[in-house]
């Protein structure tokens, strides 16, 4: 059985030996990847292929957690495809159902938690057979650690497309594993979260730092960060070397810009990221907590007029994020008036 991450078959090739609905259906399996997920690949073979625009060859996915989307493979016997838009076209189905039929399938295969078992679970699935890493997304097994953590939180960690990690929410504990998976994260070949996800009020998986009051809470932030400057970073790579081979970005159909960086700054106890948004430059600028405005003075350095938070930025401003890029980028081909300037003034915070 070959792996997610080999080089994708012919598309058109893939598309033929799929089948019908209802040969697939029992087939399909939800698979966890980071939202740059094969998109450098995608877009070069637009470039080697430009026929290849005709065929939507976008995968089928949606947010799962930040950064990380669910897709939807087929599980063959001697190999894996994941599904995309032109796949989807034939059958006469909803994305909804694919998804809902991929997870049913899961929650068939994925094993609750042994009570009889170690309380931590360490687990590594090498050919990706028992697509360990998408359990979290089976309705109720997280929520099966519950009993034998007898009121501590189940948290499970996926670092990379081949490990399950799972533990309870000790604070001493959670610190060794949040500093494993981070190595474990760096180092991997394919890599997942650093971030560690675990159940809110409702029982629904949600990342470690959206779960409430913690003693690990801030590294739990720290590690979302970690996880959000990976995937900014990835993106800018590919989006700068389609700009330098095209001098435009083709498949968004946006003219030349500079690749706006994600910074992270603050201190251990409060950390934050930020952007630079400086006047006289086109931008695509990425979601960071802030977006610092900056001008230049008559000796051609930068002056910092002022850092506003991204909420009350957009709202001054009207960026909107641009469709269909993941992660989220505001195309900025402007500077703001003095009306905004002053707006934006008014909402700056010292940070």
């Known amino acids: ?121 360490s687990r590594t699935d090498r050919d990706g057979s028992a697509y360990l890493t998408s359990w979290p997304l089976a309705p109720g097994w997280l929520a099966s650690f519950s009993r034998r953590y007898a009121g501590r939180r189940p948290v499970v960690f996926i670092p990379d497309i081949d490990t399950l990690i799972v533990v309870p929410d000790i604070p001493h504990l959670l610190a060794r594993i949040y500093r494993q998976v981070e190595q474990q994260y760096v180092d991997a070949h394919h890599r997942l979260s650093p971030q560690g996800y675990t159940l809110d009020a409702d029982d629904t998986v949600v990342p470690f730092d959206r779960a409430g009051r913690h003693q690990q809470h801030r590294t739990a932030v720290r590690a979302g960060y970690r996880l959000a400057m990976w995937e900014y970073a990835v993106q800018a790579h590919w989006l700068n070397r389609a700009l330098e081979r095209d001098l435009e970005f083709t498949r968004y159909n946006l003219e030349m810009a500079i690749v706006g960086e994600i910074k992270l700054a603050g201190t251990d106890t409060r950390p934050y990221t930020y952007t630079v948004w400086g006047e006289g430059v086109d931008y695509l600028l990425p979601a960071a907590d802030y977006i610092s405005f900056a001008s230049t003075d008559a000796d051609n350095n930068a002056v910092l007029i002022c850092t506003v938070p991204l909420t009350a930025a957009l709202e001054i401003t009207g960026l909107t994020p641009i469709p269909a890029m993941s992660p989220i980028r505001f195309e900025a081909r402007f500077w703001p008036d003095e009306t905004m300037l002053t707006q934006l003034k008014q909402a700056s915070v010292a940070l």
Request: no cysteine.
């Open 1 to 121: 059985m070959g792996s997610f991450d080999d080089p994708p078959p012919d598309h058109l090739a893939a598309l033929a030996q799929h089948g019908s609905w209802a040969e697939v259906r029992p087939l399909l399996r939800p698979i966890l990847r980071p939202t740059t997920y094969k998109q450098a690949a995608r877009d070069d073979l637009l470039h080697r292929w430009p026929e290849a625009a005709e065929i939507d060859t976008r995968f089928l996915s949606r947010p799962a957690f930040p950064f990380v989307d669910e897709l939807v493979a087929i599980d063959l016997p001697s190999a894996r495809s994941v599904i995309n838009y032109s796949t989807l076209a034939l059958w006469s189905v909803s994305a909804d159902e694919v998804f809902a039929a991929a997870r049913e399938n899961l929650e068939a295969i994925a094993q609750p938690h042994d009570p009889r078992g170690n309380a931590i679970l």
